[in-house]
């Protein structure tokens, strides 16, 4: 079903506020904001952020968990061409004040309960930008009840004198590739970039998603953290592209969300694979109610065998693709009805409406079978990557290709498998090595969940590969026998020169494995 396709984020809040004004936009325990609350909602705010001085591009940082009001207040940005830009309470001080180094904010809201903690911590990071003198006064705007000190309440803010023409002129000078988010890439791999989201590419990429996988008024969550592009863009957006409605989960839990999905029935979710594979192995997924359920997508990462199965017996469509911050979303999609062995080994194929080809070095598409690298030329690409002086750069080569230092292969069904990353490859004693290839064949082991592969130095081959592996639960996993089953099956340069068994890995707060933290304990263990 087609969903509008339209210019800009409030043209979205604008035309479903017309055309299915009582839908629920937004829901958070027992408060729902109807799809015309939410309009109302959103100009009231964005009038203050006007009459508070704030001017078309300036950013505006939002502290806190998944909350309603964190979409609110992107809704309000979008609405007057200002530059969203979310900090998420489990980033440390020096994490946070390289953000607001960067993206400089003029306001700084502050959503949901805080705790004496966070509050420290806010403190904490407003006398280190003084101090460093990086950016002017912020202004502090708590949404929640009970503003602490410093903070002005959200009444306060919104009290001051607002003008309707100074609203409609602001609203008409947002452009469709104004930028609307300001996000830090996840960094998994390399020092964080700012990339800007943009307006009318953002909504596309939706808009295309909605079509392929869930048509008008999805039923979803919101419950990645607002910092990356998961919560504003990923979780909202997505469900808001189609007339949807939003559930907000504050804190994730396996249960917490698996409660949600029943009490709400959801008809669609999307997460990252690896929340997915906890929500499986909750005692409370055998026991969820899955009736309302038709389709469940997942990306970010590769699924299991055993997950998969789970998965189907929900009984709701299974789905995944591949895409990234830099293209908003989703460039491939598996298809609709693919089978379970598409689901584990491909991210499906490009989207029609999408140019997505896998090059050599020369910039030349490889035959199928051969490894390179994915470019995308789409009308999707984000903004480019912002430096502090304000200058962009597109992330593009000269023909507009985004290169997106992922590699893979095509099969002769035209379905992409992903092979890894470009700069993380390695090689050892002269052989190059993909740790993502590593990784797939261990992860075929029946007993084994989830294994990342990480290098190390070594004195004679050069670089050597230690894998960590999460068996699969109530599995007695003997790390001799995962060894032999990896030298039958891959060149031994590629056999990892160390398995450590693990319960769990370190996760990143957009819910991937943080393989860096378990890179710098292989490279301590190395030295040591
Ligand atoms: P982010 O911008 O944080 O969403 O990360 C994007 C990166 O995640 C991509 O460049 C890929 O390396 C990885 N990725 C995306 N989709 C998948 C998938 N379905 N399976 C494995 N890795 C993926």
Same mark, same amino acid.
């Given at each position: 079903?087609?969903?509008?396709?339209?210019?800009?984020?409030?043209?979205?809040? #604008?035309?479903?506020?017309?055309?299915?004004?009582?839908?629920?936009?937004?829901?958070?325990?027992?408060?729902?904001?109807?799809?015309?609350?939410?309009?109302?909602?959103?100009?009231?705010?964005?009038?203050?952020?006007?009459?508070?001085?704030?001017?078309?591009?300036?950013?505006?940082?939002?502290?806190?968990?998944?909350?309603?009001?964190?979409?609110?207040?992107?809704?309000?940005?979008?609405?007057?061409?200002?530059?969203?830009?979310?900090?998420?309470?489990?980033?440390?001080?020096?994490?946070?004040?390289?953000?607001?180094?960067?993206?400089?904010?003029r306001f700084l809201f502050v959503v949901g309960a805080i705790v004496a903690e966070q509050l420290e911590k806010i403190a904490a990071l407003g006398s280190r930008l003084d101090r460093e003198g990086k950016i002017g006064t912020v202004e502090t705007i708590h949404c929640g009840a009970d503003a602490p000190p410093g903070c002005l309440s959200l009444e306060q803010f919104e009290a001051e004198a607002? #003008? @309707?023409?100074?609203?409609?002129?602001?609203?008409?000078?947002?452009?469709?590739?104004?930028?609307?988010?300001?996000?830090?890439?996840?960094?998994?791999?390399?020092?964080?970039?700012?990339?800007?989201?943009?307006?009318?590419?953002?909504?596309?990429?939706?808009?295309?998603?909605?079509?392929?996988?869930?048509?008008?008024?999805?039923?979803?969550?919101?419950?990645?953290?607002?910092?990356?592009?998961?919560?504003?863009?990923? !979780?909202?957006?997505?469900?808001?592209?189609?007339?949807?409605?939003? !559930?907000?989960?504050?804190?994730?839990?396996?249960?917490?969300?698996?409660?949600?999905?029943?009490?709400?029935?959801?008809?669609?979710?999307?997460?990252?694979?690896?929340?997915?594979?906890?929500?499986?192995?909750?005692?409370?997924?055998?026991?969820?109610?899955?009736?309302?359920?038709?389709?469940?997508?997942?990306?970010?990462?590769?699924? !299991? @065998?055993?997950?998969?199965?789970?998965?189907?017996?929900?009984?709701?469509?299974?789905?995944?693709?591949?895409?990234?911050?830099?293209?908003? &979303?989703?460039?491939?999609?598996?298809?609709?009805?693919?089978?379970?062995?598409?689901?584990?080994?491909?991210?499906?194929?490009?989207?029609?409406?999408?140019?997505?080809?896998?090059?050599?070095?020369?910039?030349?598409?490889? @035959?199928?079978?051969?490894?390179?690298?994915?470019?995308?030329?789409?009308?999707?690409?984000?903004?480019?990557?912002?430096?502090?002086?304000?200058?962009? #750069?597109?992330?593009?080569?000269?023909?507009?290709?985004?290169?997106?230092?992922?590699?893979?292969?095509?099969?002769?069904?035209?379905?992409?498998?992903?092979? &890894?990353?470009?700069?993380?490859?390695?090689?050892?004693?002269?052989?190059?090595?993909?740790?993502?290839?590593?990784?797939?064949?261990?992860?075929?082991?029946?007993?084994?969940?989830?294994?990342?592969?990480?290098?190390?130095?070594?004195?004679?081959?050069?670089?050597?590969?230690?894998?960590?592996?999460?068996?699969? @639960? #109530?599995?007695?996993?003997?790390?001799?026998?995962?060894?032999?089953?990896?030298?039958?099956?891959?060149?031994?340069?590629?056999?990892?020169?160390?398995?450590?068994?693990?319960?769990?890995?370190?996760?990143?707060?957009?819910?991937?494995?943080?393989?860096?933290?378990?890179?710098?304990?292989?490279?301590?263990?190395?030295?040591?």
């Open positions: 079903m087609e969903t509008p396709r339209l210019p800009r984020i409030g043209d979205y809040l #604008d035309h479903f506020a017309e055309v299915q004004s009582d839908t629920v936009l937004v829901k958070q325990g027992p408060t729902a904001v109807t799809y015309r609350e939410g309009r109302e909602r959103v100009d009231r705010l964005a009038a203050a952020l006007l009459a508070h001085g704030l001017r078309h591009g300036d950013r505006v940082a939002v502290y806190g968990h998944p909350d309603s009001d964190a979409l609110l207040v992107f809704l309000a940005c979008a609405r007057v061409g200002a530059i969203f830009t979310g900090l998420a309470p489990k980033q440390q001080v020096d994490e946070l004040a390289y953000i607001c180094t960067q993206a400089e904010p607002t #003008d @309707p023409e100074q609203l409609a002129a602001a609203a008409a000078a947002v452009e469709a590739l104004d930028p609307a988010a300001v996000v830090f890439t996840s960094g998994s791999s390399g020092a964080p970039k700012a990339a800007l989201l943009v307006h009318g590419p953002m909504m596309r990429s939706y808009s295309v998603q909605a079509e392929h996988w869930y048509g008008r008024r999805p039923v979803g969550v919101a419950d990645l953290p607002i910092n990356h592009l998961g919560f504003v863009a990923d !979780n909202c957006m997505t469900l808001m592209v189609a007339g949807g409605t939003i !559930n907000v989960l504050e804190r994730w839990t396996p249960e917490g969300v698996l409660e949600l999905l029943e009490a709400e029935r959801f008809t669609f979710w999307w997460t990252q694979t690896t929340m997915l594979l906890l929500a499986t192995r909750s005692p409370r997924w055998a026991r969820t109610d899955f009736g309302s359920l038709e389709r469940i997508a997942f990306g970010g990462a590769p699924v !299991n @065998p055993s997950m998969l199965e789970a998965l189907a017996a929900t009984g709701a469509s299974l789905s995944s693709g591949y895409g990234m911050t830099e293209v908003h &979303g989703n460039i491939t999609y598996t298809d609709n009805d693919a089978p379970a062995e598409a689901l584990l080994h491909t991210v499906g194929r490009p989207h029609h409406e999408f140019e997505v080809r896998i090059v050599d070095e020369e910039g030349e598409p490889c @035959p199928a079978g051969t490894v390179g690298e994915i470019v995308a030329r789409t009308d999707t690409l984000f903004g480019g990557y912002r430096d502090r002086a304000g200058a962009v #750069d597109p992330g593009r080569d000269e023909e507009g290709w985004y290169h997106t230092k992922d590699t893979a292969f095509e099969r002769e069904d035209g379905n992409f498998v992903l092979v &890894g990353r470009k700069d993380h490859m390695f090689k050892s004693g002269g052989f190059n090595v993909y740790p993502r290839e590593v990784e797939r064949v261990l992860e075929s082991h029946p007993d084994v969940s989830i294994a990342v592969v990480v290098d190390v130095p070594d004195p004679t081959w050069a670089r050597v590969g230690h894998a960590y592996v999460v068996p699969e @639960p #109530d599995r007695d996993l003997a790390a001799e026998d995962l060894d032999q089953f990896a030298r039958e099956r891959l060149a031994n340069y590629k056999v990892p020169k160390r398995l450590h068994l693990r319960e769990e890995l370190p996760m990143l707060i957009s819910g991937k494995v943080d393989s860096r933290a378990l890179q710098r304990e292989s490279e301590a263990l190395v030295e040591g």
